[in-house]
Each structure stands twice: as C-alpha cells, then as structure tokens.
C-alpha cells in the first residue's frame, strides 16, 4: 500500500480533504474533495456555532474519516480556523469530532493559517515574482500576505470574511463600507510596517471566491481545479461578473455556470473583499490558486499536534 498523507482544511464556509502522496518534496493529489459546510452559518458571539451547523460539520467529517480510512491514511493534519477559534463552544466541537471520527482539529491563528497558505500556494504556482501579494477570502475573516522571493514580509489577518459579511450586515452599501473600513487599515499597517507592493508584484487569490470567479469565466458545469490554478482575471472581468450578479437574486444565481451551490450569497461579499483590495494597492489582475492551506498543510511535514490517527 502506497505511503498518502491526508489534510482536512475546515473552515467558516468549505471544508477540503487532499489525500496525496509526497514525492521530492511534491504532493501528487490522489483524490481533492470538498463540501460547503457553512460552518460558520448562525454563528453569534453568545452561543458561537450553532448546533446546526456543528452536526453539519460533523456528518461532512465523518464522511471524510471514511474516506480516509478507505485509502488506508494514517497521517492526517486536519486545521480549523475563523469559525471555531472565535466561538465561545469552539473547544466542544473539536472535542466532539475527534470523539466521533477521530479526526483531531487543530484550531491555527490568522498568522500560522496565512504562512501555510502561502506554502501551498507556492507549491502550485506556475511563475512566481519576487514580490507576491496572496489573499485568502475566508468564511469568516480574510488573511492578506506580501512576500519576498518566498517568504512572508508581511501577514495581516482582517475580521471580514464572506460569511461574517454576509450575515452580518443587512445590506450591500453597509457590506461595502465595512470593508473598504477593513482595507484601508490594511493599508496603514503596510505603511507603518514600511512594505511597499512595489511595481511588478503579483496578486494572487486562493479559497472560494478567487476559485469561483475562474469557473465563472470558463463557464465550468463541473470544477476542475487543474483548470482553475493558475487563471488569471482581469479586474474589469471581475466587476463584469459583479454587475451582472447583483442584478440577480440568490436562488437566480444558481443558473450561472461555475458558481457553486452555497456561494450564491456569498459570492458578492468576497468579490467585494478582493475588488477593494485590487482598487487599493492597484493590481489590474489577480493570478487564481486551487492551492492554499490545505497543500500547506500536507507540505508542513510532521510537527507535533498535527498527527492524528482515523
């Protein structure tokens, strides 16, 4: 039996499971799989997930713990992020999974989530420029990276996040200025931590909304990340894609090929998230990645807390 590695990347909205094989320091995918959990979906400060969306997240997991046992995967890294780490019963549910499927979650701070998602990133990128801006639109919050010839020279974890955003306000223009709020601050910490995203740097998206945006462009009835990595939107492109859904209610959005059921709320938030920061620091174009932190996560090789045994 070949030596896979397993990671689960379970975040506010999707949750992802790689199963693959590690060659000179490469992942060869076996099998890519993912489920709009939105486990983020009720969530409030008081009560933090609701239970709703825990047993949601549950079945997704158990689902996967059979798959992972089905492929005969002893080593799993399994993350969890916004969602949990902000919920006041966040402990509980990862008592709760590891009990019922014996997949332990570690819950990762927006710095660790950003340097694992910029490693995976990397790790699927077809030319890299010295100076790489990468934008994780999450659930629950967004985690903007700048690095230099690899590594990371700024990382900045913003609470806003398509869920979050979403829910949360209660209508487009409030969703708007919040977070045009959240990216200018964005751009006096760059300021005050002197990085500047000089000429030539590169803008790279990862997670839902970036992914989405490219199987809209292609029209995908079904997803193809191997298609989706590496292709490049135009802003103009985006703000097309924008207008034209916004005109439309959710449940109408669900006829436009490429956008996956369960983003049909959320997509404009995130394509407000990643316009802002386009309009900001001046990027015309953003470069799509299929990788992210959960190729991080395979690649982060066997420190301890991230084993697990299913």
Request: glycine share 10%.
């Amino acid at each position: 039996m070949k030596n896979y590695c397993a990671a689960i990347d379970f975040g506010t909205n999707t949750a992802r499971l790689l199963i693959a094989e590690r060659v000179a320091g490469k992942l060869v995918p076996v099998l890519v799989k993912r489920e709009v959990v939105r486990l983020g979906g009720g969530f409030t400060d008081e009560r933090g997930l609701s239970e709703e969306a825990c047993q949601r997240g549950l079945v997704c997991l158990q689902r996967f713990a059979a798959i992972i046992s089905g492929y005969g995967v002893r080593e799993v890294r399994a993350s969890a992020t916004s969602a949990v780490r902000d919920a006041v019963n966040g402990s509980l549910f990862v008592d709760s999974v590891f009990s019922e499927t014996g997949i332990r979650l570690v819950v990762i701070d927006g710095n660790l989530e950003a340097r694992l998602t910029l490693n995976g990133v990397l790790s699927g990128l077809d030319s890299e420029s010295k100076v790489l801006a990468v934008v994780d639109v999450g659930g629950g919050s967004t985690e903007f990276t700048v690095s230099s010839h690899g590594s990371p020279v700024f990382i900045k974890s913003m609470p806003i996040g398509v869920v979050r955003l979403t829910e949360g306000f209660t209508t487009v223009s409030k969703m708007d200025e919040r977070v045009h709020a959240v990216i200018d601050q964005l751009a006096d910490d760059l300021a005050t931590s002197n990085v500047i995203i000089a000429e030539g740097a590169e803008l790279v998206g990862t997670a839902g909304t970036a992914t989405t945006l490219a199987a809209i462009m292609m029209e995908m009835s079904d997803y193809d990340y191997r298609r989706v990595n590496n292709y490049t939107v135009s802003r103009t492109a985006i703000a097309e894609i924008y207008q034209r859904l916004i005109l439309l209610t959710p449940q109408e959005r669900l006829a436009v090929k490429g956008l996956e059921k369960g983003r049909e709320d959320l997509i404009i938030a995130g394509m407000m998230i990643l316009m802002a920061i386009m309009d900001k620091f001046c990027f015309q174009r953003l470069k799509v990645s299929d990788f992210g932190l959960l190729e991080g996560l395979a690649l982060s090789g066997g420190e301890s807390g991230w084993e697990a045994k299913c």
